[in-house]
């Protein structure tokens, strides 16, 4: 059940066309990776599978180019949890679902079907990959790129300090938002505003709101009446 709803999200997304084989354009393998969520108490949240495309097999200037792509520190995540407690801020959580297939592949890539689900019509044909697929060296910066760019659009500005947090300043009333990866904490004094943000990302993205914080990086978050 697990890898066919991985496999729906896939084709929902258009990630790959199929093409005939041509012995001078290399495919990659890809993979299943199976994982247990769990919950912040240890409880079993859900089975989750994903498709991996085996990025090692890639060669450089041939499918894969830059792969850099920043994640917040600790110390930032910590930082904004602390002024969070001070100023009484409210802290809410989204999970991108499939973030790294909402970037833009720029590259010519080349996959083998995924197993188990290769196609009764044309079981030689391979996948020309349009999106980053979890796996592929550049996917990471893909997925960063697309998101930064949007939230520049939204009034959103890179801090100096880590390139995974941005801040929105508007009538004295900040919005920051921590990035890691496909895990954002929005945080600020508003809630009103932190709702607009959530309104505006889930918009464009698809997203999962998991409301206040409770459980980030290995850190749980505890809400009491005199702070955190």
Avoid at 143 to 153: N, V
Wanted: one cysteine or more.
């Amino acid at each position: 059940a697990a890898m066919n709803e991985e496999m729906e999200a896939l084709c929902k997304n258009e990630t790959w066309d199929l093409v005939p084989h041509t012995p001078h354009k290399k495919a990659i393998g890809c993979r299943w990776i199976y994982k247990v969520k769990h919950n912040a108490d240890g409880s079993v949240n859900r089975l989750k599978a994903r498709l991996v495309a085996k990025g090692y097999a890639q060669t450089h200037d041939i499918d894969y180019e830059e792969t850099f792509a920043p994640v917040a520190k600790m110390t930032t995540v910590r930082t904004v949890i602390a002024v969070a407690a001070t100023k009484g801020w409210h802290l809410h959580q989204m999970d991108v679902k499939n973030a790294f297939l909402q970037g833009e592949l720029e590259e010519e890539v080349y996959m083998i079907q995924p197993p188990g689900f290769e196609s009764r019509v044309h079981p030689n044909a391979v996948c020309r990959l349009k999106k980053p697929l979890y796996g592929l060296k550049q996917a990471p910066r893909a997925w960063h790129s697309k998101i930064t760019q949007y939230l520049h659009q939204i009034g959103f500005r890179m801090s100096k300090s880590d390139t995974s947090l941005y801040i929105r300043h508007e009538s004295n009333n900040p919005i920051v938002i921590i990035l890691y990866v496909d895990d954002l904490v929005i945080g600020g004094k508003d809630l009103a505003e932190i709702n607009k943000v959530k309104s505006l990302l889930s918009g464009r993205f698809e997203m999962k709101d998991l409301n206040e914080l409770h459980y980030f990086l290995g850190i749980e978050v505890i809400r009491t009446p005199v702070g955190i």
